[in-house]
């Protein structure tokens, strides 16, 4: 007889449920979030175990992969189709929910998602690292700019960083309290650029180590960050049977709302890696207003922006920019301007 164990991730503690083959509870309990402690939990049916199912999460690729190489047979399912599920029964606790996850792989009523390697999520935190402190370094500026303007001290947008710094000091020179404050946040504002240079440095060493950043860079308006966002987005190619589903997985196809006689399309889903999306985002824009050679794809983007505006034609091109750089990756072939 074959068993389905459901499991109901929190930060400290697991709820676990083991259901048989007539979807019976076998035994329930609750265990710390830990590999080794859920695994002895599971000891005792690890031979007759079919499938143990949890959902996605921040946890997800730690005990997936972790529990995995103990053995189990492991399946990650999607939190927002599970969650249509959990919602539908009559009681909502961890208990309930980790049987609801059982029950779910017993009866094939779930969607399997690919879980990405650890390689991958830590190229993802180097990544993500460097996107807060670029949000940080621009906050600093804000907030710099924001406390001069109550003394009539205005600072150009025109200044570029490494002058900002100095005219920031000269402008408030003689106000001692003011000149203590602002100095504070400037020299934040340094460390942070600083940090930045750092990670970026990595980033390129890590592009350039990997083949297929190489292809996917040859694209007019794609860096090494952009590269390296959207290999450990994507991460097998070979997952996606057509380059166009791409375009879906990251958020970048319209979304569709059809009831009876009404069928309207929306703005794009928004779903998957929204740092990758901004990035192609960017490339896009990159590729429409600063990129100076010519392609068959900035030619068809600027078509778009005269027929529906910039901004839905940079991510029409941002989707088409996520089919291209799959299918080089595919290929191990580099960009042609002329058919693209």
């Given amino acids: 007889m074959g068993y389905y164990v459901g499991l109901d991730v929190s930060l400290k503690s ?28 599971l000891g005792r049916w690890s ?6 199912g949890l959902e996605t999460g921040s946890l ?27 919602k539908a029964r009559a009681e909502k606790t961890d208990k309930a929910d980790a049987r609801a996850l059982a029950e779910m792989l017993a009866s094939g009523w779930y969607s399997a998602v690919h879980v990405k390697s650890l390689e991958s999520h830590q190229l993802k935190a180097l990544l993500g ?8 370094k621009r906050q600093l500026y804000g907030q710099v700019r924001g406390l001069l303007r109550p003394f009539g001290i205005k600072i150009s947008q025109r200044v570029g960083a490494k002058s900002f710094d100095e005219a920031v000091r000269m402008a408030c020179n003689k106000e001692d309290v003011l000149y203590i404050a602002v100095g504070a946040l400037l020299d934040t504002l ?12 990595q980033v390129r060493t890590l592009a350039q180590k990997r083949k297929a950043c190489w292809h996917l860079m040859s694209v007019p308006g794609v860096g090494p960050i952009t590269a390296l966002a959207f290999t450990a987005a994507i991460e097998d190619p070979r997952r996606f049977s057509s380059n166009r589903d791409v375009g879906a997985y990251l958020g970048l196809t319209p979304k569709r709302y059809q009831s009876g006689e009404r069928d ?16 192609l985002y960017e490339a896009a824009n990159c590729l429409l207003t600063t990129v100076t050679g010519a392609s068959a794809l900035k030619s068809w983007g ?10 839905r034609a940079r991510t ?12 080089l990756w595919k290929q191990e072939s580099h960009f042609e301007a002329q058919s693209a």
């Fill in 14 to 41: 697991t709820h676990i449920c083991v259901l048989d083959g007539e979807r019976l509870v076998v035994w329930r309990g609750v265990s710390d979030t830990q590999i080794a402690m859920i695994a002895e939990h």
């Fill in 47 to 52: 031979k007759q175990i079919v499938l143990v």
């Fill in 60 to 86: 997800t690729p730690w005990l997936y992969h972790g529990l995995s190489d103990l053995g189990l047979p492991m399946v990650c399912m999607d939190a927002r189709r599970a969650s249509d599920a959990l």
């Fill in 129 to 136: 690292a460097r996107d807060q402190l670029v949000r940080v």
């Fill in 190 to 201: 340094a460390n942070v650029a600083s940090q930045i240079a750092v990670l970026d440095k």
């Fill in 264 to 279: 309207v399309s929306l703005s794009i889903s928004r779903q998957g890696d929204e740092m990758v999306r901004h990035y």
């Fill in 302 to 311: 600027l078509k778009m922006v005269r027929r529906c505006g910039a901004k």
């Fill in 316 to 327: 029409a091109v941002a989707r088409k920019l996520a089919v291209l750089l799959l299918r």
